[in-house]
């Protein structure tokens, strides 16, 4: 009986900090475009106000589903966020010095 409760206070466990910080998570996974800046002090955090408060934005197709977690997730990155705050700002630092001369150039090509 003892075995079985400590099973599934574990699995609760593993639960709750794979499911923390959603957003935090996804912005540390990778970004597909080097052109597009990131930000990485509290930008989990921004990612779940911007699903609170933007669920109609063009980036989401009917996204008015995605305001429950954002809501759910915005404590969660908060906190996420706060634990990553001395890897995100030496990864914002070295963001902010990035030449996106070319990326320009790509975006508006009557620039040239």
Do not use: H
């Amino acid at each position: 009986m003892r075995s079985n409760l400590l099973v599934k206070l574990i699995a609760v466990a593993t639960l709750a900090f794979c499911s923390t910080g959603c957003g935090t998570a996804f912005l540390y996974s990778g970004i597909p475009d080097p052109c597009v800046p990131v930000q990485y002090v509290y930008g989990g955090t921004a990612v779940a106000w911007y699903l609170v408060t933007q669920p109609d934005a063009p980036d989401f197709n009917d996204g008015d589903w995605l305001r429950p977690f954002g809501a759910i997730d915005l404590p969660l990155s908060l906190a996420m966020d706060t634990v990553m705050l001395p890897v995100a700002v030496p990864l914002q630092i070295r963001e902010s010095k990035k030449d996106r001369s070319d990326c320009d150039a790509q975006d508006n090509p009557e620039a040239e």
